[in-house]
């Protein structure tokens, strides 16, 4: 089955395909000959995933999935949640980011955390969403350089390392995405 996966981040591709396999026919938006940056305007991470899987299904026609993440942090009343991407400002720097992140919560002692992700997938143009969470913890320092985003200062429950101190393989073992991801294979088997 060939599915277009509507991101422009090639770390989640990775991660995605390496959950998949060679189940799935995964196309990216650059494989697919699209080039847009697919605004992420809604409150919700449904919202977001469902706006970018629909753009690209309406272009396309083609069956499609896209997923939207946020880390919540429980001391912060969830965020950065939906605003992950651009907590600091619209420059969408990693870096700055996490400076926030750790500022906000210096002296908490209440650092949990989880990555949530939803993947919205369309089917002959009907939506399914799939959720996958990993809790976990902030740490006051950065840790390891693999992965993105938040990777450097979250510690997932189970582990001491931080995502970026994991390769790939051992990031899957704890990941929100790879959750999503295998709820997304199982309805696709469901399907065949
Ligand atoms: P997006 O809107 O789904 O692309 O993700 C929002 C932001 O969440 C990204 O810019 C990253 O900062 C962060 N993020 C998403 N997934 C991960 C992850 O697996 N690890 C660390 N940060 C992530």
Known sequence: MKLIFATNNDKKVAEIRAVTGNKFDILTLKEAGIDIDIPEPHDTLEKNATEKSLTIYKMTHTNCFSEDTGLEVESLNGEPGVKSARYAGDDRSFDKNIDKLLNKLAGSDN???????????????????????AEGKI????????????????????????FA???????NRYSHRKKATEKLIAFLKILN
């Open 111 to 133: 650092r949990r955390a989880r990555f949530r992700t939803v993947i919205s997938l369309i089917i002959d143009g009907k939506e399914d969403l799939f959720e996958g969470i």
């Open 165 to 171: 101190e994991m390769d790939m393989e051992e990031k």
């Open 139 to 162: 740490i006051d320092i950065r840790k390891g350089t693999n992965g993105f985003g938040y990777d450097p200062v979250f510690v997932p429950n189970g582990s001491n390392k931080t």
